[in-house]
């Protein structure tokens, strides 16, 4: 047949160009399926660890409020505290376990507890204070009160956002007493020591108000309040940190961390927040060259045992010998190397307010927290760590090496 006839004899035969527009249709088609099914899957991954890392920077930050409450009652509750380290009669009792308690004690309670329950009044709080003695004890009370009245930021707006002055003394004692829950393993309970370190306060020592808070048992925000460690990230730890210490200019620092965010560091200020930075541990190459932080006093922590751990690590230098949480901050910004506290008998047991803050931050630095079993430090026991035995805070690299000293040793008694 004649190709002219052929011709008309297909009149819709498709022209080259018309087959290739509609194959660049298909193929069009066909690559916004894929898109978007891998769209799909990576929505839908959101969630995972890795993700939650490369996005960090473009995502909100877990417990913002949290956080914010939490640094600034601790900021306001040092103002009242700074202000009783200076003072020579610090209105000092002996609680039934014989350890002290100050009127900076109970001042700093009252200021952070009444923050807690302005902002956030279904949480528990389990604190170390309770008000008996000073419902009991008229000019004590007085005291606490003159100073508590007086604590405020001097920016208003963060004076604001704490909820406000404690208004009467009865609110005062009220705020004190609701320290009293017993925490455990469910729902949001905070975490409060007002004056971590009361012996080191009262010396003229290192010293920190620390602050918590446990969801469901697990620590997401930790803060530490250090007025006299120096301000300076860099500055190394002195052999007499933990004595003769004072909170002049450039020192007091505000130590924080949120699960998951990494650690900061800030100076200690009387208003809004100042300016944070990033806080990490010190990578530690040669442990012999490590340096060791431990309590001043013998009766927390057991000074010759970490004396022969010290030793089998081949470490010389002397330890720096510190009162309350403050070594965990020293630690976590690198300032020193590894905390040990060794348990000096088998019925002791840790009260979480003196770890939960620490905890979180060297762990958010970069280092890893355990007993001396190599066991994470559980805070949904209760009011104590009754599921652990000792301390060892130390470089991810090395802590290994040091638990395996820690539990020769303990292993040899």
Known sequence: MPARQQKRYYPNLPSTSVILLISLVVLAISTIIAFSSRLSLFTSNLSSPLLRTLTTSTTTMSYPKELQIAELAVQRATI????????????????????????????????????????????????????????????????????VKEARLDDAEAQSVLGGPVGSEEEMLTAIDAG???????GRIWAL???????????????????????????????????????????????????NQTDEEGRGVLFAAVRGHGATSRPLGRGALQPSQSIAMKVV????????????????????????????????RPSVRMDSQAKYGSIARGAGDV??????????????????????????????????????????????LAGN???????????????????SVLGSK
Request: charged share 25%; net charge negative; proline share 4%.
């Open 180 to 186: 009293k829950s017993a925490g455990g393993a469910k």
């Open 80 to 147: 009242l505290t700074k202000r009783v380290f200076h003072e020579k009669a610090k209105g000092t009792l002996s609680k039934d376990d014989k350890s002290p308690v100050t009127i900076g004690d109970f001042g700093a309670q009252a200021l952070i507890i009444h923050a807690i329950r302005k902002n956030f009044p279904h949480d528990e709080i389990v604190a170390e204070e309770e008000a008996s003695s000073l419902r009991a004890n008229d000019n004590l009370r007085s005291q606490i009160w003159s100073l």
């Open 389 to 407: 035995k000792g301390v060892v805070a130390a470089p991810k690299n090395v802590h290994a090496q040091v638990l395996e000293a820690v539990k």
């Open 285 to 316: 190459s040669e442990i012999a060259r490590a340096t060791f932080c431990e309590s001043v006093e013998a009766g927390h922590s057991s000074h010759g045992d970490q004396a022969q751990i010290a030793e089998k690590l081949g470490i010389t």
């Open 193 to 243: 020591d007002p004056i971590d370190g009361t012996k080191g306060f009262l010396r003229g020592g290192q010293y920190a108000v620390c602050l918590a808070l446990m969801v469901d048992g697990d620590v997401k925000v930790g803060v530490l309040g250090c007025p006299n460690l120096p301000v300076d990230d860099q500055a190394p730890l002195a052999a007499d940190a933990g004595e």
């Open 339 to 384: 905390y040990l506290r060794l348990p000096v008998s088998a019925s002791y047991q840790e009260k979480i307010w003196d770890h939960a803050a620490g905890d979180l931050i060297v762990r958010e630095a970069g280092g890893q927290v355990t007993d001396a079993n190599g066991n994470r430090l559980d805070f949904g026991k209760g009011r104590t």
